[in-house]
């Protein structure tokens, strides 16, 4: 079983649909939680980061962790065709190098 | 832009040959990163240094090496190459180092092909 798990998708979902991104993971050790988006092509850019259980809002995102489950979510809410990427969760702590999900793609038709 | 430059952006080479990527980090990044993305396995720790030093190997096989030079560029040194070497290798750099979350941030990438 890998550290972190993610569905690789893709999702496609229509433009204005609230979409749900996931990972679990298994290590407890894992502090800090963090979600990238790549877009094809390019390097992956840190979208959301949170360090507790709970929920962060960032305009159309929100980063959602449940550290007793050991699982994480992203929700974009009016989802838009530019939302179209692949959706990276990622998780360290203390001297630990962040573990990354395989990644989510995420197809936003109009 | 993140700030962080990778060259060459494309590379196509042939089994057993050896190639050396390139990365610059950001402005005042002390740290560097190096990561493989392939379809299967997702995007892969390989290495950090930080300042110059080795500090952190992750899943980096034998035939790969590493070096930060003292204005803090990095090399990326693949040997012997295999077809399953093909891969998105992407550089990464922070202020500091992992020992607390530090935001890494992407250089664009050097895409791999092996034949």
């Known amino acids: 079983q890998k550290e972190v798990e993610q569905d690789p998708g893709p999702l496609s979902v229509p433009e204005g649909a609230i979409v749900s991104l996931n990972c679990t993971y298994s290590n407890s050790a894992f502090q800090y939680f963090m979600w990238y988006r790549q877009y094809s092509r390019k390097g992956p850019e840190l979208l959301m980061y949170t360090y507790s259980s709970g929920n962060k809002e960032d305009g159309r995102f929100t980063a959602q962790v449940d550290k007793s489950s050991k699982y994480i979510s992203l929700f974009i809410r009016d989802s838009q065709p530019s939302d179209s990427a692949t959706y990276l969760c990622?998780?360290?702590?203390?001297?630990?190098?962040?573990?990354f999900g395989r990644g989510t793609s995420l197809i936003v038709h109009p | 832009d993140s700030g962080v430059t990778q060259t060459p952006k494309h590379l196509i080479t042939a089994t057993g040959q050896r190639v050396t990527l390139r990365c610059s980090p950001r402005?005042?990044?002390?740290?560097v990163y190096w990561y493989q993305q392939s379809l299967d396995q997702g995007l892969q720790f390989l290495i950090q240094?930080?300042?110059?030093?080795?500090?952190a190997k992750g899943n980096i096989l034998e035939r790969f090496s590493a070096q930060q030079f003292p204005d803090l560029h990095s090399e990326l040194n693949l040997s012997s190459l295999e077809l399953g070497d093909s891969a998105l290798y992407f550089c990464?750099?922070?202020?500091?180092?992992?020992?607390?979350?530090?935001?890494?941030?992407f250089g664009p990438g050097t895409r791999l092909t092996v034949l």
């Open positions: 240094y930080y300042n110059g030093e080795e500090r």
């Open positions: 402005s005042g990044d002390l740290s």
């Open positions: 990464a750099s922070s202020v500091g180092n992992s020992g607390s979350y530090n935001e890494q941030f």
């Open positions: 990622a998780m360290g702590g203390g001297s630990y190098i962040p573990t």
